[in-house]
């Protein structure tokens, strides 16, 4: 699985575990996010998020997002997706 550095980190509320993420690529609710800086390493999948405090399910380039982390970050910090490898999986009934 590939990745594509979608933003990064502008600021983060720790009492409420909320990161700020200007983007630079669009990212939707269900995506699979990755942030790396220092000594923090994690992923997540993208279960909300909110511009100006109003619920959205899909963040476009140019935007400033809010989602909820399960773990800490910092200002800086690089936000990618994991960008699923597409093979064809359709499936036709033969007879």
Do not use: C, W
Not at 19 to 30: M, Y
Not at 39 to 55: C, G, K, L, P, Y
């Amino acid at each position: 699985m590939a990745e594509k550095e979608i933003g990064r980190i502008t600021n983060y509320f720790s009492k409420i575990g909320v990161a700020v993420i200007e983007l630079t690529a669009p990212v939707r609710l269900g995506d699979e996010i990755h942030i790396v800086g220092g000594e923090r390493d994690f992923s997540q999948t993208v279960d909300s998020m909110q511009v100006e405090h109003q619920a959205i399910e899909e963040g476009q380039a140019g935007q400033e997002i809010a989602i909820k982390l399960d773990e800490k970050a910092r200002p800086g910090d690089i936000v990618y997706k994991a960008k699923q490898d597409t093979l064809s999986t359709s499936t036709t009934a033969s007879g």
